[in-house]
């Protein structure tokens, strides 16, 4: 029988500037939103154009505000809502850590239609291009999650080559949760939605690509959560299962109902051509 791993002494610091500290968690937070900007760019350009590089560098303000303010208040009102009412002050206390993905994805979608309505923009197709450069924040923030040993897995089989003890884990081997959900929800979803959006004629369709988003990472959390520990504070829900299956329900749902109604609208035309910047054709 193989060794069981002992989880690495990673340090959730990556460096001090006096008193000052740059953590895992909140780098991974910042070069997710910059490089999901950076491809931002490059995917409005593609035919039929959804807005303009200048638009996705102005995006950058309001889906940092989307992630941060929903992604807080989510976790505070899915997870634990009856503590923050009782000790309103630690809401914001987000040094302590507490994110929900879902709040997150609230706040972005909430912001996405403050900024289509603002500039005028048809707000599926932008939403279509912003959930392809989503999950390479979500796969980069599991692997800060690992780093810093936190929402680890359910106990697993010794004999399961990479099963890990976790220092806040007690002494059973436990699966690497974070790991699982980094390479489903981040890297394999990143694969399938940049490759599917490489064609026209989907990107002609808008509504499509979010309903796979929607779909995808419904599919791959809800696996993922077969294998991570639920919270100490609920525990498994009537029926066994987790509050992040419960919560993902509905966003399969609703990403069942955009591809269907993206497959009865008229086809998407774009923003007009500038005269000096042709979009791109792939």
Same mark, same amino acid.
């Not at 200048?54 to 303010?69: N, Q, Y």
């Not at 997150?104 to 900024?115: H, R």
């Not at 810093?148 to 089989?157: C, D, F, S």
């Given at each position: 029988?193989l060794?069981?791993?002992?989880?690495?002494?990673f340090d %959730?610091?990556l460096?001090?500037f006096?008193?000052l500290?740059?953590r895992?968690?909140?780098l991974s937070y @910042?070069?997710?939103i910059?490089?999901?900007i950076m491809l *931002?760019?490059?995917? /409005?350009?593609?035919? $039929?154009r959804?807005?303009?590089?200048?638009?996705a560098d102005d995006?950058l303000?309001?889906?940092?505000?989307?992630?941060?303010?929903? #992604?807080?208040? #989510?976790?505070?009102l899915?997870?634990?809502?009856?503590?923050y009412?009782s000790?309103p002050?630690? &809401?914001l206390?987000?040094w302590h850590g507490g994110?929900?993905?879902h709040?997150?994805?609230l706040?972005v979608i =909430?912001?996405?239609?403050l900024f289509?309505w603002?500039?005028?923009?048809n707000? /599926?197709a932008?939403?279509?291009?912003?959930?392809v450069?989503?999950?390479?924040?979500l796969g980069? +923030?599991?692997?800060a999650?690992? &780093?810093?040993g936190?929402?680890? +897995?359910?106990?697993?089989?010794?004999?399961l080559?990479?099963?890990m003890?976790? $220092?806040?884990?007690? $002494?059973?081997?436990r699966? %690497?949760?974070q790991l699982?959900?980094?390479l =489903?929800? !981040? *890297?394999?979803?990143?694969? &399938?939605?940049? =490759?599917?959006s490489?064609r026209?004629?989907?990107r002609e369709r808008?509504g499509?690509?979010?309903g796979?988003f929607l779909?995808?990472? +419904?599919?791959?959390r809800?696996?993922c959560?077969f294998?991570?520990?639920?919270?100490s504070? /609920?525990?498994y829900l %009537? !029926? #066994?299962i987790?509050m992040?299956?419960?919560?993902?329900?509905?966003?399969?749902?609703a990403? /069942?109902?955009? @591809?269907?109604n993206a497959?009865?609208?008229? @086809?998407?035309?774009g923003l007009p051509? %500038?005269q000096?910047q042709p979009?791109?054709q792939n």
């Amino acid at each position: 029988m193989l060794p069981v791993l002992m989880f690495p002494q990673f340090d %959730p610091v990556l460096v001090h500037f006096g008193p000052l500290a740059v953590r895992w968690y909140a780098l991974s937070y @910042i070069l997710g939103i910059v490089l999901g900007i950076m491809l *931002l760019r490059k995917l /409005l350009l593609l035919r $039929p154009r959804a807005g303009t590089t200048e638009l996705a560098d102005d995006f950058l303000t309001w889906v940092t505000i989307g992630v941060l303010l929903g #992604g807080r208040l #989510g976790y505070v009102l899915f997870y634990q809502p009856s503590y923050y009412l009782s000790h309103p002050v630690s &809401i914001l206390e987000v040094w302590h850590g507490g994110m929900s993905f879902h709040g997150g994805a609230l706040g972005v979608i =909430t912001a996405m239609v403050l900024f289509t309505w603002r500039y005028k923009l048809n707000f /599926l197709a932008f939403a279509d291009r912003v959930t392809v450069a989503v999950p390479i924040g979500l796969g980069l +923030g599991r692997l800060a999650n690992f &780093i810093n040993g936190e929402l680890w +897995g359910r106990e697993a089989p010794a004999s399961l080559p990479w099963a890990m003890i976790f $220092p806040t884990g007690g $002494p059973v081997p436990r699966h %690497p949760s974070q790991l699982y959900e980094s390479l =489903t929800e !981040g *890297l394999l979803l990143f694969l &399938i939605l940049f =490759t599917i959006s490489r064609r026209q004629s989907v990107r002609e369709r808008p509504g499509y690509l979010a309903g796979i988003f929607l779909i995808g990472y +419904g599919c791959a959390r809800s696996f993922c959560e077969f294998f991570r520990e639920p919270d100490s504070f /609920l525990g498994y829900l %009537p !029926g #066994g299962i987790t509050m992040g299956q419960l919560l993902c329900l509905p966003m399969l749902a609703a990403g /069942l109902v955009l @591809i269907v109604n993206a497959r009865r609208q008229p @086809i998407y035309t774009g923003l007009p051509e %500038p005269q000096d910047q042709p979009a791109e054709q792939n």
